[in-house]
Nanobody, 120 residues
Framework: QVQLVESGGGLVQAGGSLRLSCVAS????????MGWFRQAPGKEREFVAA????????VYADSVKDRFAISRDNAKNTVYLQMNTLKPDDTAVYYC?????????????WGQGTQVTVSS
């Protein structure tokens, strides 16, 4: 029943930065853990990062540790993914997720995604 809308994707040169946003609506946002996932053409959906409702705990995939940062602003019903030092391998459609099933990588509800393309 929750609605998730991602934004902030685009084309960026390798080494650059981008910040994705995901606005949630339809139910109490602050009660839910949130995650970011990505899917490249021909690949399975991949876990990127997750954050608890209070922002007390975050988890990152090894491939993005020290480069990406997940955060949230519950007053704005928004979760962010700050992406730095982007690589061509980061090219994918990025999805935000909620309705946690099993922490930190299993969620039930998804947004429509936003495209991130990193040129070399």
């Amino acid at each position: 029943q929750v609605q998730l809308v991602e934004s902030g994707g685009g084309l960026v040169q390798a080494g650059g930065s981008l910040r994705l946003s995901c606005v949630a609506s339809g139910r109490t946002f602050s009660r839910d853990a949130m995650g970011w996932f990505r899917q490249a053409p021909g690949k399975e959906r991949e876990f990127v990062a997750a954050i608890t409702r209070s922002s007390s705990t975050t988890v990152y995939a090894d491939s993005v540790k020290d480069r990406f940062a997940i955060s949230r602003d519950n007053a704005k019903n928004t979760v962010y993914l700050q992406m730095n030092t982007l690589k061509p391998d980061d090219t994918a459609v990025y999805y935000c997720a909620t309705d946690l099933i099993h922490w930190p990588e299993k969620f039930a509800s998804w947004g429509q995604g936003t495209q991130v393309t990193v040129s070399s």
